[in-house]
């Protein structure tokens, strides 16, 4: 079992930078891939970005590539999520989970934080 808590969101202005952290509670961290999605309010959530056990791999949503960037820290047991080039269109809570297998569907991620707000303004 693992807890996620996310931190770092907040309302900034459209070409601003946010760093989003997601940390995990237990030492099975390595143990799970991480991704990060996003729910805009009306809209179903949607996946943002993935990274593999190690960090090896990662892949992104064509909307956030080029502009976002995860990372993990193993040792730490928390993912981060770079956001750079901040558009009004990434306003949206922003959760990371946890899965075992390297996927992209949000029904394969059994743990999920509580969310934290992105809000940028145009």
């Known amino acids: 079992q693992v807890q996620l808590v996310e931190s770092g969101g907040g309302l900034v202005q459209a070409g601003a930078s946010l760093r989003l952290s997601c940390a995990a509670s237990?030492?099975?961290?390595?143990?799970?891939?991480m991704g990060w999605f996003r729910q805009a309010p009306g809209k179903e959530r949607e996946f943002v970005a993935v990274?593999?056990?190690?960090?090896?791999?990662?892949n992104y949503a064509d909307s956030v590539k080029g502009r976002f960037t995860i990372s993990r820290d193993n040792a730490r047991g928390t993912v981060y999520l770079q956001m750079n080039s901040l558009k009004p269109e990434d306003t949206a809570v922003y959760y990371c989970?946890?899965?075992?297998?390297?996927?992209?569907?949000?029904?394969?991620?059994?743990?999920w934080g509580q969310g934290t707000q992105v809000t940028v303004s145009s």
């Open positions: 990274i593999s056990w190690r960090g090896g791999n990662t």
């Open positions: 989970a946890a899965s075992t297998t390297l996927e992209i569907r949000a029904s394969e991620y059994n743990h």
């Open positions: 237990g030492r099975t961290f390595s143990r799970y891939v």
